[in-house]
Antibody
C-alpha cells in the first residue's frame, strides 16, 4: 500500500525558511515523479512544484520560483521542499503527491500525503 | 484567479444526475487530458477521473468524465449524500509548463 507521510510544517515568521519532507513507502520511489500541491485557508488547490523520478528535472509555479527548491533523495525514498523568503501568501496546507504513472511530471496524482500546515505569521 | 474555470457551487437531490463543468483553453484542456479530484473537508484530494474519462480502481461507475474541445465535464449519476464534497478539475498547461487547477466546485446534496 502506498503511503506518503509529510512532516516539517509549522509556524514561521515572514521572511523565514522551512523545509518539508515527504517520506514514501509502498512503491518504487524513483519510478515516479512527485509534486507538492498547496491549499490556502478556504481556497482551492495550487500546484507548487514537481520533480521527475530521477530528480534531474524540476518545475515551479511562478508564485514560488526563486524561493522554493524541490529535491528528492531516492536512496531514502524522501521528497523535500525547501521554502525560503516565506510570506503571508505562503500560508497553506502543503501536500505531496505521487504521479499516477511514470517518471515525468504530470497533473495526475493517485496518492497524496496527509498534508502539513505551514503558517507564516509574526 | 484559476487557469481553469469551474462553477463555485452545484447541487442536487439524492438519485439525481449532476454535472460540473470545467473550461480551459487551447494551451491546456484543448491539447491535454483532464483529471478530476474529490476532496472532503480536512482531507487530501482523491483522484476521481484521469485521462478525461478513466476511473481509477475503486471509483464507482456513477462518476464519469468527458471532454470536448477546451471544456470538460464531470457527471455524477445516482447522487448520494456521501458525494457532498469539493471537486477540482486539473490539466497540464503547455504555456505555463506545469499543472493547473480549476477553482473548485462545492457540491451540496439537498
Amino acid at each position: 500500500e502506498v503511503h506518503l507521510l509529510v512532516s516539517g510544517g509549522g509556524l514561521v515568521q515572514p521572511g523565514g525558511s522551512l523545509r518539508l519532507s515527504c517520506a514514501a513507502s509502498g512503491f518504487t520511489f524513483n519510478n515516479y515523479a512527485m509534486s507538492w500541491v498547496r491549499q490556502g485557508p478556504g481556497k482551492g488547490l495550487e500546484w507548487v512544484s514537481g520533480i521527475s523520478g530521477s530528480g534531474d528535472s524540476t518545475s515551479y509555479a511562478d508564485s514560488v520560483k526563486g524561493r522554493f527548491t524541490i529535491s528528492r533523495d531516492n536512496s531514502k525514498n524522501t521528497l523535500y521542499l525547501q521554502m525560503n523568503s516565506l510570506g503571508d501568501e505562503d500560508t497553506a496546507v502543503y501536500y505531496c503527491a505521487k504521479a499516477r504513472s511514470g517518471t515525468k511530471m504530470t497533473s495526475s496524482w493517485d496518492s497524496w500525503g496527509q498534508g502539513a500546515l505551514v503558517t507564516v505569521s509574526s | 484567479q484559476s487557469v481553469l474555470t469551474q462553477p463555485p457551487s452545484a447541487s442536487g437531490t439524492p438519485g439525481q444526475r449532476v454535472t460540473i463543468s470545467c473550461s480551459g483553453s487551447t494551451s491546456n484542456i484543448g491539447v491535454k487530458t483532464v483529471k478530476w479530484y474529490q476532496q472532503f473537508p480536512g482531507t487530501a484530494p482523491k483522484l476521481l477521473i484521469y485521462s478525461n474519462n478513466q476511473r481509477p480502481s475503486g471509483v464507482p461507475d456513477r462518476f464519469s468524465g468527458s471532454k470536448s474541445g477546451t471544456s470538460a465535464s464531470l457527471a455524477i449519476s445516482g447522487l448520494q449524500s456521501e458525494d457532498e464534497a469539493d471537486y477540482y478539475c486539473a490539466s497540464w498547461d503547455d504555456s505555463l509548463n506545469g499543472p493547473v487547477f480549476g477553482g473548485g466546485t462545492k457540491l451540496t446534496v439537498l
